[in-house]
């Protein structure tokens, strides 16, 4: 069975960094492409960042600049570097790598 093992969540300042970690078991990930989403209360999941297993990468809009997806093949793990947070970005972030979902970090930011 497939797991993904997201860390890294808290409370930060706005204006401070977070780094989300996910932690893949079994042989997906080197397949795979990876992805961050967050879900904010009484809102829609919505993507973040994704990375093939080439290393490409796309983000949202409301991120670039801002976040930083990354992987590690050697260690199936796959991150986001989180830089410059807004109050907008308090959710709950899943990493996911299809069909597989992580069961959530909460990352909330203080104004």
């Known amino acids: 069975q497939v797991q993904l093992v997201e860390s890294g969540g808290g409370l930060v300042q706005a204006g401070g960094s ?3 970690s996910c932690a893949a ?3 997906i990930f080197s397949i795979n492409a990876m992805g961050w989403y ?5 809102k829609l999941r919505e993507l973040v960042a994704t990375i093939t297993s080439g290393g490409n990468t796309n983000y949202a809009d409301s991120v670039k600049g801002r976040f930083t997806i990354s992987r590690d093949n050697a260690k199936n793990t796959v991150y986001l570097q989180m830089n410059s ?3 907008e970005d308090t959710a709950v972030y899943y990493c996911h790598g299809f ?4 069961q959530g970090t909460q990352v909330t930011v203080s104004s």
């Open 18 to 20: 977070l780094r989300l």
């Open 25 to 27: 078991s079994g042989s």
């Open 38 to 42: 967050r879900q904010a209360p009484g």
């Open 85 to 87: 947070l807004k109050p």
């Open 99 to 102: 069909p597989y979902w992580g």
